[in-house]
């Protein structure tokens, strides 16, 4: 008979790590380098768990410009908003019933990515615009320029 050493096989994953760990670890190491394979003996998890540090989630998200949300149409919060505006710009309650309202209103229904209101200096500017856009139509129709010459020459 052999001099050997009893040997008890077990089917245990961490009895069997510990036991490569203290027999073959430099075989271990070696076969796992060659082949890309992360350490798994007991002493090398516990040293990745010591030198990990928590990831910090920051690394991870990226920063997106995000669209207005807009809030889908209802008829109650419809009536809402309109009250509220009226209110708070001291309209007269016929200002909802006025045709330009309205059409605003049908306008800005058909818009699919809500309404891109102007500022005030568009507004002016905008307003002028017609303005002079109008005054000229209506000395041409008019011939204005004609009456102003005339009564400016006597």
């Not at 040293?47 to 990226?62: D, F, G, Y």
């Not at 207005?68 to 309109?82: E, G, H, I, N, W």
Request: hydrophobic share 40%.
């Amino acid at each position: 008979m052999l001099n050997r050493k009893e040997c008890i096989l077990v089917n245990e994953i961490s009895t069997l790590r510990r036991h490569t760990e203290a027999k073959f670890s430099a075989k271990y190491r070696k076969w796992a380098k060659e082949h890309w394979f992360e350490l798994m003996l007991p002493g090398d998890v516990k040293a990745r768990k010591e030198n990990a540090t928590q990831q910090s989630i920051n690394a991870h998200l990226t920063e997106r410009k995000l669209a207005k949300r807009v809030v889908s149409y209802t008829d109650r919060l419809f009536k809402q908003a309109a009250i509220e505006w009226l209110v708070s710009t001291d309209q007269p309650i016929q200002a909802l019933e006025h045709p330009k309202f309205k059409e605003m209103i049908d306008i800005a229904a058909r818009a699919t990515n809500g309404v891109k209101i102007p500022g005030r200096k568009a507004t002016r500017a905008e307003i002028i615009r017609t303005f002079k856009t109008h005054l000229t139509g209506l000395r041409s129709k008019l011939n204005v320029s004609k009456f102003y010459d005339i009564a400016l020459s006597t």
